[in-house]
């Protein structure tokens, strides 16, 4: 299906494309649930299958760093062999990935078989996204559908501790992988009868050069990130990061002289592709570096187990997701960059609460900055992943929502090694000088590598000592939970005054209609 073709003949989508809505929010739901569920599952994994503290971070992580390396590769791959081929192949892969990871024997086992669901998972999102932009031609229609698509997301990650829990106390740790089989297998079923096929029939043939470039360049960046985030800055993640910035502008310049590039690199000369990729990735900077210590505040300072910490997130959750469905008639309404920087100042007031937080406050203060954050960025993630799916003609849909999803995965990683630093060095340093005099030099130094080595090295102590370091931890902590929260409202206002300017005079196509065809460099939409 062409720009052209699609401009010519408005449609709106009718009850097969909503059914068709419905068997894609499946892997989606999944995904989600699966990054949640795994959490759960690592202490029993860890004791049955006797893993090293090393091999249990590989089983954690390696998912997301193939994920992120081949989601590229497989956006383009799905324009050029069809999106529902792709994402009912990556749906097959997937199910029978998790049928091995369940049953796997060992901790290299299960670290190969979770390599290979991040490589069926880097299928599916890009697939979904892409297909929604061509199942849903009215702008208006598309924008609910990607909304409808972000609250299931939302909702997965939420029940995920809840399911997981459930399914650990009666069942083995393999449980929490064979729930992927049968949602997979319903995909399968439903996706050939309900979901239209598209591809580009000019896409040529797939660059592996380009493949291995871009490997190349995303991995060692990500994993250099996500090292810096764990353990400071050091000579080697730095100079990972730098060997992937050198195979990055190797990428670049094949790209430029391919007939047929891996990534259509004329994408980033449109206004609004580039503008709402780069405020998708500073909105998820600041998701990525709050959230991850508000859950360990959640858990190590208040005390919550996994599932009860899903549980005090739900709030937050079902306002994000009502936020999603109100944000389409707000968009259509008024301007988006309205409406993305008003929800980006609701955020930041939610931040401002957050950083209101001490280790004995209530869970009202809690609950409350927590709606406001999680409600005011649902806008800029809901608009702004439009706007880079629309951006592109339909033939580059994949390629454009790979890149949609690539911003997102490094927006996360930044902002947790960036504001993850400063909520660090706040932490130690609110534990100079508060520590009690006499501790061994060793339990000094896990005290101040982070609160979850200070819980541990306090329960290592007499009693009333631990609990004095552990509440001192504590109170650092919270001291650094607040300095990233203020960090992320003085971003969240910054970034609001931004995209009023990046991002003014963007807005879907007119209802029924694609995105003006004039101007466009060899088929690429341009947007005023």
Not at 273 to 289: S, Y
Request: aromatic share 6%; proline share 5%.
């Amino acid at each position: 299906m062409s720009a052209n073709a699609t401009a010519a003949s408005p449609v709106r989508a009718g009850p097969r494309e909503w059914l068709g809505l419905a068997v894609l929010t499946l892997p989606i739901l999944l995904i989600a649930m699966d990054n949640t569920v795994l959490f759960l599952a690592l202490p029993h994994i860890s004791a049955d299958l006797d893993a090293s503290g090393v091999q249990m971070l590989w089983i954690q992580d390696v998912y997301g760093f193939v994920v992120a390396g081949f989601l590229i590769t497989m956006g383009t791959l799905g324009d050029r062999i069809g999106r529902r081929r792709l994402l009912l192949i990556g749906a097959a892969a997937f199910g029978a990935a998790s049928i091995v990871a369940a049953y796997s024997t060992s901790a290299e086992m299960l670290i190969l078989t979770r390599a290979l669901l991040g490589v069926a998972g880097a299928t599916l999102a890009p697939s979904t996204l892409a297909l929604i932009r061509n199942m849903f031609p009215d702008a208006r229609q598309r924008t609910a559908a990607i909304s409808i698509l972000m609250t299931c997301f939302m909702l997965g990650a939420t029940v995920g501790p809840v399911v997981g829990g459930a399914l650990l106390e009666h069942f083995w740790w393999g449980s929490a992988f064979l729930i992927g089989a049968p949602v997979m297998v319903l995909t399968l079923v439903l996706g050939p009868v309900l979901l239209p096929e598209y591809r580009d029939p000019r896409g040529g043939r797939l660059d592996l050069f380009s493949v291995a470039l871009s490997l190349a360049a995303i991995l060692p960046v990500i994993y250099g990130i996500k090292e810096i985030a764990e353990d400071g800055l050091a000579a080697v993640p730095a100079a990972l990061i730098v060997v992937g910035a050198v195979f990055a502008a190797l990428f670049v310049r094949r790209q430029n002289r391919l007939a047929a590039p891996l990534l259509d690199l004329r994408l980033f000369r449109v206004r609004a592709f580039r503008g709402a990729l780069g405020t998708l990735l500073a909105g998820q900077f600041i998701w990525g570096g709050v959230f991850l210590l508000l859950s360990q505040y959640v858990q190590l300072v208040l005390g919550e187990s996994p599932i009860g910490t899903g549980l005090w997130l739900l709030p937050a959750t079902i306002v994000m997701a009502a936020a999603a469905l109100v944000v389409p008639g707000l968009a259509a309404r008024h301007r988006p960059d309205l409406v993305i920087a008003g929800g980006l100042l609701v955020a930041a007031a939610g931040f401002v609460l957050l950083g209101l937080l001490d280790a004995g406050s209530g869970r009202g203060l809690l609950v409350a900055g927590m709606v406001l954050a999680f409600g005011g960025l649902a806008p800029l993630m809901l608009l702004t992943t439009d706007m880079v799916v629309a951006s592109a003609p339909p033939e580059k849909a994949g390629s454009a929502a790979a890149m949609s999803e690539t911003s997102s995965e490094f927006g996360i990683a930044l902002g947790i090694a960036v504001l993850g630093s400063v909520g660090g060095a706040v932490y130690r340093a609110g534990l100079d000088g508060s520590l009690p005099a006499g501790l061994p030099e060793r339990t000094v130094e896990a005290v101040r590598d982070s609160l979850v080595e200070a819980a541990a090295a306090a329960e290592r102590l007499p009693g009333a000592l631990g609990d004095q370091v552990l509440d001192i931890a504590r109170e650092a902590f919270t001291g650094g939970l607040n300095a990233t929260a203020l960090t992320g409202a003085v971003l969240a206002v910054g970034v609001a005054a931004a995209v009023v300017r990046l991002l003014r005079g963007v807005r879907p196509a007119p209802e029924g209609q694609d995105e003006d065809a004039a101007d466009r460099p060899d088929g690429v939409p341009a947007h005023n």
